[in-house]
Nanobody
């Protein structure tokens, strides 16, 4: 199975910002879609943001979970084979584990696939 590597998590004060990155996949592919999920304490995993199939370099998502709308921005860089989640004005209730998901297509044979990151901790201090 393919595996993505996430980075950029950590601790930040309330009102601060973090940017999560997701990439490092050992295959050559085009990004066809992406999503970010999060697992908040005591809650089920929820979808933070997603994009339809076909997104490429400089793609910016517009569909966000209600609490993230206006504060979070998801982007992708097809050249770097990396997706990002920019988070601003972070709140303590944003604290949790964040997961990336990429839908891609292999360059050599156009075979579609999906891959997930292992999750990364985001902690927002009061």
């Amino acid at each position: 199975q393919v595996q993505l590597v996430e980075s950029g998590g950590g601790s930040v004060e309330a009102g601060g910002s973090l940017t999560l990155s997701c990439g490092g996949l050992g295959v050559i592919f085009s990004i066809e879609g992406m999503a970010w999920w999060r697992q908040l304490p005591g809650r089920q995993r929820e979808l933070v943001v997603s994009t339809p199939l076909g997104i490429t370099d400089s793609g910016i998502t517009t569909k966000y979970e209600d609490s993230a709308k206006g504060r979070f921005t998801a982007t992708s860089n097809n050249s770097r084979k990396t997706i990002y989640l920019q988070m601003t004005n972070l709140k303590p209730e944003d604290s949790g584990i964040y997961f990336c998901n990429v839908q891609g297509k292999l360059i050599d044979n156009l075979r579609p696939f999906g891959a997930w990151g292992q999750g990364i901790q985001v902690t927002v201090n009061s």
